[in-house]
């Protein structure tokens, strides 16, 4: 599917503080270099188990973190699973980057993202999208189970939208 970008501050902690000083350019030594390694495949193990927990069937799936971009490589069962794997990496706090490297067993039209702004909600979103505010269920089952309720979605996130049949 390619590389796609995400809020980097949106979504959930996946990082310690080494990170963000990192990112605001003070020179590190080795030794934090080494920290900040090992706090990346932390990140890449907690969005792996993250991925596992969501019973997102993926074989052997591998997350690199590298900076703000993570790679993912493995082989999804279907093309919504793939999406839904790079939603769950792309939408944790600290991921501005995802490099899609998945492949799929099962070939299928891609979906289409959309990346909530404040003040929208999902039937906002289907009305801009299917032209039917009604359709919200229709996003909300796209995004399940990262999304639990269709009335909790933040500014920043970004979501799938099926193509309409």
Known sequence: MGIFSFIKDAGEK???KEKEKEEEHIEITEAKKE?????N?????????????LDLAVENP???????????????????IREKIVLVIGNSEG???VDDRLAVKIESP???FHTVERGENLSKIAKEHYSDAN?????FEANKPMLKDPDKIY???????????
Do not use: C, H, M, W
Request: a positive charge; aromatic letters at 4%; hydrophobic letters at 40%.
């Open 14 to 16: 996946i990082f310690g």
């Open 135 to 139: 359709k919200y269920t229709v996003i």
């Open 62 to 80: 591998v997350i690199n973190i590298e900076g703000n971009t993570a790679t993912v490589y493995g082989l999804a069962d279907s093309q919504a």
């Open 41 to 53: 495949e932390k990140a890449a193990d907690k969005l792996l188990e993250t991925i596992q927990g």
């Open 35 to 39: 920290i900040i390694r090992k706090q």
């Open 155 to 165: 500014p920043g996130q970004v979501l799938r939208i099926p193509r309409q049949e």
């Open 110 to 112: 891609e979906a289409s």
């Open 95 to 97: 991921i501005a980057k």
